[in-house]
């Protein structure tokens, strides 16, 4: 074998081995690429599923508002009612008491 063989063979060594090298970092780098994708994809589909939880849990608490201030609304005017109709007779029996003039006398 020549020298010129010699050397031939081995940079064909050589080149295959950094070929190897070249394809074994590459396969890692696509392995741990695949991993950070994986883990990013997992992240964006937690946070989602947080968003959409949260989402429900502010409509349920505008529905309850609502629910609440609904069924608080009937008493309220009731109320309201009440303390008009109370008023509305405070004022008849003052107007009687001061035609009468019977002021202070009269029994509510």
Known sequence: MSL???????????FQAGKDQASEVTNEFGSQNEGVVGQA?????????????????VTQSAQD????ATNDLPTGAEDIAQSAEGAAGDVMND??????????????
């Open 4 to 14: 010129f063989d010699m050397l031939k063979e081995k940079a064909a060594e050589l």
């Open 41 to 57: 994809e997992s992240a964006v589909a937690e946070n989602a599923q947080n968003l959409s939880q949260s989402a429900q849990d």
């Open 65 to 68: 508002a609502v629910t609440q």
């Open 95 to 108: 107007a009687v008491d001061r035609v009468t003039g019977t002021e202070g006398t009269a029994q509510r």
